[in-house]
């Protein structure tokens, strides 16, 4: 089945740098790859995705960049501000949307903007 | 509006306990799941419906009971509570590849 390894576990960043977080997936024929940011005491709020037939993605200060060659997507985030702290998870599904979607997700990274 | 929406959000009881955590969406989706988030922030999927219809089942013990009235509700119902039990459990739904959770209900088994 599929595994998804993320890295890093936490990341500490000065408010205005640039923050990035690595996912590697397994699985080839995963092809719906979303990030998912969870603030303290709430679920998981979907943030950014990028499907296989995309290489990259961005939305504001986020970005996603997906690289099928190499399993591995990343999360960009850039101008970091103190509300951007919280745990970012990524994901990778490589069924068709509906029932049988089983995402699978990464560790998580704990991400700290300091101001 | 709160998109889906699960009670109880906190929930302390003793081991060998019977508990229910009940969820509703309001968004029209056709598939709902049930995510269970433990200690160590890992997040991992128990169930999935659609329209009523069991899909899912992640190898969860048999204590653990999803029932879907309709396509709106996935209720979880878990008998003989365990420690291990310990968890924050998630709702979400989906249409399509992208899943909406819920608040989650922290459940502490002691």
């Known amino acids: 089945g599929e595994n998804v390894e993320q890295h890093p576990s936490t990341l500490s960043v000065q408010e205005g740098d640039s923050a990035v977080i690595k996912c590697t997936y397994s699985?080839?024929?995963?092809?719906?790859f979303p990030w998912y940011k969870q603030e303290l005491g709430k679920g998981p709020q979907l943030i950014i995705d990028i499907r296989s037939n995309v290489g990259e993605k961005k939305d504001q200060r986020i970005a996603v960049t997906l690289n099928k060659t190499a399993k591995h997507f990343s999360l960009h985030i850039t101008e970091t501000q103190p509300e951007d702290s919280a745990v970012y998870f990524c994901a990778a599904s490589g069924l068709p949307g509906g029932a049988t979607n089983k995402l699978i997700f990464g560790t998580g990274t704990l991400l700290a903007v300091q101001p | 509006d709160t998109a889906v929406s699960q009670t109880p959000k906190y929930l302390v009881t003793q081991m060998g306990n019977d508990k229910s955590i009940k969820c509703e969406q309001n968004l029209g989706h056709d598939t709902m799941y049930w995510y269970k988030q433990d200690s160590k922030k890992f997040l991992k999927i128990m169930f999935s419906?659609?329209?009523?219809?069991?899909?899912i089942n992640e190898t969860v013990p048999n204590r653990f009971s999803p029932k879907s009235p309709d396509k709106a509700h996935l209720n979880l119902h878990i008998n003989s509570l365990e420690l291990g039990d310990s968890a924050v459990y998630f709702c979400a739904s989906s249409q399509g590849d992208t899943i909406y959770f819920g608040e989650g209900s922290w459940l502490t088994v002691v």
């Open positions: 699985d080839s024929a995963s092809n719906y």
């Open positions: 419906y659609n329209n009523k219809e069991l899909i």
